[in-house]
């Protein structure tokens, strides 16, 4: 077996501590992850791995060992990327992981143009709700909000936030009336992710600086928030979504933003590129970040530049919910 090959899959057994999980991630059997780090003991003479029926973990000789090999595969990798810049196009299969909350008709184009520019860079999309580990997971690329990663090992690229809007559609506004005020909401039938992903208590805050803080308890819950969309949009409730899955529903009029007063607190929300801290990236995740960073701040950049009358239409025939609730007791 090759050694530089031995070396990457020792590598990579290290890095997600286990046998099984580098065989997925690199796409060979279990047993060839087996022989590759028998030969490199072997060869050296020690062993690098202390196994158990239940984990493993390196030992003292291969820790030593596991710095040297990342030195080393990370010049070779160097050298590689050099020839590709210089002599050819990155190739490859790219594993990126994006945050759900991105709009499907942001990333659709982004990896459309990368790909238009890169063709020979195979890309392998994966939406995602929660926490995820780049490097045990195998991706080479992430596109995430602030709470979905939380390693000191990964860089970290900001490119904007995607802001939080209520939105709910025409219907739903004329049967329930209009909120004026945050606590209106505890009036309305909403929908949204459920608590272990999404903590249902929400920071409002008026553009004169008044603040207020309401929790929701949802109708009805769904652990995805393009399905959260579509129930809005069925009028089931009215929920609050990052604005990137909504746009275009607003542009159109089939969902309209209630409380434009009105912004919502959520750090959580900004949206990094994010990649594992190495020396040396292979040349397909260098050009896609590189090309990640441009499209997006043009696409965040343009979004702030966006009137707030398009994103919310005019609704003057709707009236607001207290009007509402007083008519019906009158009728009563």
Known sequence: MNQIHAMRVFVRVADTESFRRAAQQLDVSNALVTRAIAMLEAHLRTRLINRTTRNLSLTEAGTRYLEGCRALLEELDHL???????????????????????????????????RKVYPKVNVRLTLAERHVDLVEDGYDVGIVTAF?????????????????????????VAEHGMPTSPTDLHALPS??????????????????????????????????????????LKSMGFSILPEGIVRADLEEGTLVRLL???SIDDPDMKISIVYPGRQ???????????????????EFAARGMRSEETLRPPMQSVMPLQTMRGASATAN
């Open 191 to 232: 929908v949204g992710l459920p608590n272990e992903m999404r903590s249902q208590t929400w920071h409002f805050r008026h553009r004169l600086g008044d603040a207020d803080q309401i929790t929701l308890a949802p109708v009805y819950t769904v652990n995805n928030g393009l399905m959260v969309r579509l129930a809005t």
């Open 80 to 114: 590689e990327s050099t020839v590709t810049h210089t002599e050819g196009e990155p190739s490859g299969t790219l594993r990126v992981v994006a945050s759900s909350a991105l709009s499907l008709l942001t990333l659709t184009p982004l990896i459309d143009g990368f």
């Open 148 to 172: 979905m990663v939380s390693s000191t090992a990964l860089i970290e690229r900001p490119v904007g936030t995607n802001s939080l809007v209520p939105v709910a559609t025409p219907a739903f």
């Open 280 to 298: 040396y990236l292979p040349a397909k995740t260098r050009f896609f970040i590189d090309y990640a960073l441009d499209y997006l701040g043009r």
């Open 260 to 262: 434009d007063g009105y």
